[in-house]
């Protein structure tokens, strides 16, 4: 009997689970202190974890399903640690810095930009082409 292979997108799910609990209790923190922080930073730090839940997911799919079709581990570590630097940089630029700002806009542009990639990728591979 052969063993299972675990696709290495595990390590990038993982990852992502253990920084949306964080993100989780960063809200609950504020939350607690909303009377120590500034008055922007309680709806930012929320917009933090929303954009994260609503965005994540998906990317995170898309990285496995290209995993478990056999794409090479090394454009897997690339897409799935550029997403990771991504989302820091993004919950760094609205949680930490109040407006805008280039880690925030980095962070955002660059998780879209890692969904398109891999979603043309998923339809490639879908109709041959990969």
Known sequence: MEALTVPISSLYIGLHGLFAVFLANFV?????????????????????Q????????????LLFLIDVQGAPPEFIHLFGSALFLSRIMHAYG???????????????????L?????SFICVAIFFGLL
Not at 50 to 61: Q, R, S
Not at 96 to 108: D, Q
Not at 114 to 118: K, N, P, R, V, Y
Request: glycine share 8%; no cysteine; net charge positive.
């Open 50 to 61: 929303a954009n994260f839940v609503e965005n994540v997911p998906l990317a995170l799919l």
């Open 28 to 48: 609950l923190y504020i939350r607690l202190r909303s009377d120590k922080v500034p008055d922007w930073q309680p709806d930012a730090v929320l917009r933090v």
């Open 94 to 112: 609205l949680g930490r810095i109040e407006g805008a700002n280039y880690p925030r806009l980095i962070g955002a542009q660059g998780t879209f």
């Open 114 to 118: 890692i969904i398109s990639i891999l």
